[in-house]
């Protein structure tokens, strides 16, 4: 469990140069005051930056 905003901020940054490199990327957050703070805050930046945060489900492809 990551306890500090500055290494949460960290991980979504890291997630959002993820998805802009293959397109989508994964990232999992718990439902902590210390994870929501951060995303809050960050969240309509990443929003107004073009990335859609979406259900995992989304991106799960069934086979054919």
Same mark, same amino acid.
């Given at each position: 469990? &990551?306890?500090?905003?500055?290494? *949460?901020?960290? #991980?979504? =940054?890291? #997630?959002v140069?993820? #998805? ?7 990232? *999992?957050?718990?439902?902590? =005051?210390?994870? *929501? ?6 969240? @309509?930046?990443?929003a =107004? %930056?073009? &990335?859609?945060? &979406? @259900? @995992?489900?989304?991106l799960?492809?069934? @086979? %054919?």
């Amino acid at each position: 469990v &990551v306890e500090e905003p500055a290494a *949460i901020r960290r #991980a979504l =940054a890291r #997630a959002v140069s993820e #998805a802009r490199a293959a397109g989508r990327a994964v990232a *999992i957050g718990h439902v902590h =005051a210390v994870t *929501i703070a951060p995303l809050a805050a960050e969240l @309509p930046l990443v929003a =107004a %930056d073009g &990335v859609r945060l &979406v @259900p @995992p489900s989304r991106l799960v492809r069934s @086979p %054919d």
